[in-house]
């Protein structure tokens, strides 16, 4: 089954401190991988994607992401935090079977930037 | 372009009565997904449009759910007879197709509650 896991409901980080959201996901074949960002009663924001090259990528807002395919991960870092980093953050993976391209999402990892 | 616009925002109505849903997404998109979000949880896929096409269905999808896409651009989602499960946020997000590294852009989501 493919599927995508957030093992963390919420990460607290300090602000200016560096920051990881993790991401886990199993996949048949080679992984198509996004991150979104969703503010309070807002829909989701693009922040990023993996679909092939180099496993480091950089997206919106100073985040990137590590692709590590030995490991099935796709965890979601920014060096320096910023309070208004604070949202609830998902991972996806397309689903690769037919050809809708649909996303399937983990459950969100809330980010607390605390001054 | 202004992105994808969902209508309305909110909607409270009582249990069997029904409701529908309107999602304008970026304009040349030919793709269009329907998703729904419950408190605590990621999206999930309900239903795709390719075009005017309804190419994929959920089986969350109960057949008291209809979408259509008529002429390829907005989109509606229709509830009958809704139940308080039906209480969720239902985002609409569009892709162009022929990209082979699409990216999914969603609208601010459409909050309903069923009392």
């Known amino acids: 089954a493919q599927s995508v896991a957030q093992p963390e409901d919420q990460v607290n980080v300090a602000e200016g401190n560096p920051l990881t959201v993790k991401c886990t996901y199993s996949?048949?074949?080679?992984?198509?991988l996004f991150w979104y960002v969703q503010y309070p009663n807002r829909g989701l924001q693009f922040l990023l994607k993996?679909?092939?090259?180099?496993?480091l990528v950089k997206g919106s807002y100073g985040f990137e992401a590590e692709f590590n395919k030995s490991q099935t991960s796709f965890h979601l870092k920014k060096p320096s935090a910023l309070l208004s980093d604070s949202a609830l953050y998902f991972c996806?993976?397309?689903?690769?079977?037919?050809?809708?391209?649909?996303?399937?999402f983990g459950t969100g990892t809330l980010l607390a930037v605390q001054p | 372009d202004t992105g994808v616009s969902q209508n309305p925002r909110h909607k409270i109505t009582k249990r069997g009565q029904n409701v529908t849903f309107r999602c304008d997404p970026i304009?040349?998109?030919?793709?269009l997904y329907w998703y729904r979000q419950t408190l605590g949880q990621g999206p999930e896929f309900l239903t795709y449009?390719?075009?005017?096409?309804?190419?994929?269905k959920s089986r969350l999808l109960s057949d008291r759910f209809s979408a259509e896409r008529p002429k390829g651009s907005f989109s509606t989602l229709e509830i009958q007879r809704t139940e308080q499960g039906d209480s969720a946020m239902y985002l609409c997000?569009?892709?162009?197709?022929?990209?082979?590294?699409?990216?999914?852009?969603f609208g601010p989501g459409t909050r309903l509650l069923v009392l």
């Open positions: 997000a569009s892709s162009y197709l022929p990209s082979g590294e699409e990216t999914q852009y």
């Open positions: 996949v048949s074949g080679n992984p198509y």
């Open positions: 993996y679909i092939t090259g180099d496993n």
């Open positions: 996806a993976v397309r689903d690769m079977r037919g050809a809708t391209n649909k996303l399937i």
């Open positions: 304009s040349e998109h030919n793709r």
């Open positions: 449009f390719q075009n005017e096409a309804q190419l994929e």
